[in-house]
């Protein structure tokens, strides 16, 4: 069992809708990151919060807003989506150290735009 | 921008033979991560190697850190059909200025058939 939750695992939704994916974890990683994944390609990196501030976003659209509530939660809001943005969503954690802490993922939830 | 090379893209073999997975790059990393992904859920951390010219074992696994720190790669011996998913390198960048963002590599889909 991966020790980062991920709710839904599963979501569809229309183009107008507004919905959220949330993600959770208890080891005490200070660094949080949203990932996007197309079948059978690598992780693309969207945000990460390191001490649940926003440090890195990779020129995310903006129907894409993060949040991180506290050091344990990390939420993506998302907001009239597009039938390209229909990938596997993942969270992931890690020790705040210089970059090669290792990443620790979720299982994702897999969106589907329509 | 660095950039990970891995190869091959796709692998399908019988069970019980060998095979290996390559990253090249002509950037120094810090550390090499490589992770497995099975269908349906996140990747997961396998090693990470650190030290130019590491050699790592896990169990029919061997990870190999190249001298320069620029390369890596995954012997896996007598392949069983557990063996299947993707595999994924990535690297952390060396000099700690891109903190966050490892580079993934494209991807190995290994598939094992009985």
């Known amino acids: 069992d991966t020790e980062v939750t991920q709710t839904p695992k599963h979501l569809v939704m229309g183009m107008t809708n507004k919905k959220s994916l949330k993600c959770e974890q208890h080891?005490?990683?200070?660094?949080m990151y949203w990932y996007k994944q197309k079948a059978k390609k690598p992780p693309e990196l969207m945000f990460v919060?390191?001490?649940?501030?926003?440090?890195i976003n990779e020129s995310v659209p903006s129907r894409f807003s993060p949040e991180c509530p506290n050091s344990s939660l990390l939420n993506l809001h998302l907001h009239a989506l597009q039938p390209e943005d229909s990938a596997l969503y993942l969270c992931?954690?890690?020790?705040?150290?210089?970059?090669?802490?290792?990443?620790?993922f979720g299982n994702g939830t897999r969106l589907t735009v329509t | 921008t660095q950039l990970l090379e891995q190869s091959p893209q796709f692998l399908s073999i019988q069970e019980g033979e060998n095979l290996t997975v390559y990253c090249n790059s002509s950037?120094?990393?810090?550390?090499l991560q490589w992770y497995r992904q099975e269908p349906g859920e996140g990747p997961v951390l396998l090693v990470t190697?650190?030290?130019?010219?590491e050699v790592k074992k896990l169990k029919r696994l061997t990870f190999q850190f190249g001298d320069a720190r620029k390369d890596s790669s995954l012997h896996i011996t007598a392949a069983q059909t557990g063996d299947t998913g993707l595999y994924l390198c990535?690297?952390?960048?060396?000099?700690?200025?891109?903190?966050?963002?490892?580079?993934f590599g494209q991807g190995t889909i290994l598939t094992v058939h009985p």
């Open positions: 992931a954690s890690s020790q705040l150290t210089q970059g090669d802490s290792p990443l620790h």
């Open positions: 080891m005490g990683h200070r660094a």
């Open positions: 919060y390191s001490y649940e501030k926003l440090s």
């Open positions: 950037s120094v990393f810090s550390s």
């Open positions: 190697v650190v030290t130019g010219g």
């Open positions: 990535a690297g952390a960048p060396a000099g700690g200025t891109s903190y966050g963002k490892l580079t």
